[in-house]
């Protein structure tokens, strides 16, 4: 296979095909770009009952997103797995350093290979990563009304303050996470 | 906090009591069927994927400055939404089916739930190294224990669902 076809892109083709999501939403449809939605209307799916928050027509109100997130499960096995980076990412030499001192030492792949396996989830730290991670992912993004795409994107794009706050939480909680809890929960076996 | 247009699911349905005002019964029905927004999501996925956005390691960089490869990827990006998205409001304001396009604003409140909820959110995604657009494309690129994360994502928003009346806003 061609290796142009593997290679990763920089940040500079990525980026502002990123930022085009809004805008084409927008006009193919009047929809707001946004990812988060599809928990609440997956949710509202299945387990509805008894909470007004989820009780509307998901069909309806979210049929558009959730074709759009089946797409990306699409466009995630055809860029990662048809057309595969086989090499390990490029990050910083002092990143790399850092992730082995915390014993993450295999840069291959999209995630760490030792945390992300089913039998990880047999370990306090692969639990905690997976299981607790996607807890706070759910929880938070519903709290904000938004994630990365629908306030990081979408609503700064509108210049919507709410957007700009939850941003700065965004990175708040990501800083919190990355320098006090990740070197803590991945000394636990 | 009841006005009709921010009833639409799209950004957040803020209200409970009112999605039978939902702008989507007075959609136009020349608007493009749920396929378009298959293929666009699948173009995103490819994006997203290829771009790195959705690699653990690339959000570990980010979070700890030690690379410009995210910052990058945000600093371009956010221009781009901001100059597409402004236009097509002020200049262009028509959609493809020729409806006026309607951003619905957010409200800000007492802005709790932004920090708050953001702060929670953030957390999250630096133990997971993934969003939700990620945790998707991660999915579909093979990493099997991410239906785990989005299962635990669903109870982590249904867990919301249930306790946000006693919560600040």
Redesign the interface.
Known sequence: MPDILLR?????????????????????????F??????????SA??PRG????????R??????L???????????????V???PAP?A??E??RA??AALGIHD?G????RE????S??ATVRGW????????????????????????????????????F???????????????V??PF?LGLR | MTTPVETRADVELDDDDVHELSTEQLRDPSAPGLWIYLLVGTVFGIVLTKGEAISWFRIQEMFRFQGFHMFGIFATALPTAIIGVQLLKRRWRRTLAGEVIVVPPKHLGSGVRYAVGGTIFGLGWALTGACPGPLFALLGSGVTTMAVAIASAMLGTWTYGRVRHHLPH
């Open positions: 990763p892109w920089p940040w500079y083709v990525a980026g502002p095909l990123i930022g085009l999501f809004a805008p084409l939403l927008l006009w193919l449809g009047n929809r707001m946004g990812v988060s939605s599809n928990l609440r209307h997956l949710c299945i387990a909470i007004p928050y989820l009780s509307y027509d998901w309806r109100e979210g049929g558009w997103n074709a759009f997130v089946a797409g990306i499960v699409a466009g995630g096995a055809l860029a990662g797995l057309f595969r980076n990412v990050v910083a002092s990143t850092g992730l840069l792949g999209l995630v760490p945390l992300f396996t089913w990880s989830l905690i990563v997976i299981v607790g991670g996607g807890f706070l992912v759910g929880f938070g993004t519903a709290y904000a009304g938004g994630c990365t795409s629908g306030h990081g994107i979408s609503g700064v794009a509108n210049l919507e303050i709410p957007s706050i939850a941003l700065a939480g965004f990175f708040a909680g990501g800083l919190l996470g990355t320098f809890v990740l929960v």
